[in-house]
């Protein structure tokens, strides 16, 4: 069964960066593409980045040019590096691999 646990959610302040993790278990994920999606509060959930099985990367429009989402197969964790937090970015940030969420971590930016 596939797991996935985040981490690395906190308070941080505008400009601020933040390192979030997922680790997956339960199967090899070097074959699959993994995500990050987030939901503000009031709002839907929406896509952040995805990185490809094939090293691709894709990034939504706010997230590009200021987070990175590097992986490691082998210890099967997918990371989201955020730098120059904005307040719009506050939101639970949750990983996505093939048809399944992790519990998410919550990333809050405020002075």
């Known amino acids: 069964q596939v797991q996935l646990v985040e981490s690395g959610g906190g308070l941080v302040q505008p400009g601020g960066s933040l390192r979030l993790s997922c680790a997956a278990s339960g199967r090899t994920f070097s074959d699959v593409n993994m995500g990050w999606y987030r939901q503000a509060p009031g709002k839907g959930r929406e896509f952040v980045a995805i990185?490809?099985?094939?090293?691709?990367?894709l990034y939504s429009d706010s997230a590009k040019g200021r987070f990175t989402i590097p992986r490691d197969n082998a210890t099967n964790t997918l990371y989201l590096q955020m730098n120059n937090l904005k307040p719009g970015a506050t939101a639970i940030y949750y990983c996505?691999?093939?048809?399944?969420w992790g519990q998410g971590t919550r990333v809050t930016i405020s002075s």
């Open positions: 990185s490809g099985y094939l090293g691709t990367t």
């Open positions: 996505k691999v093939m048809l399944y």
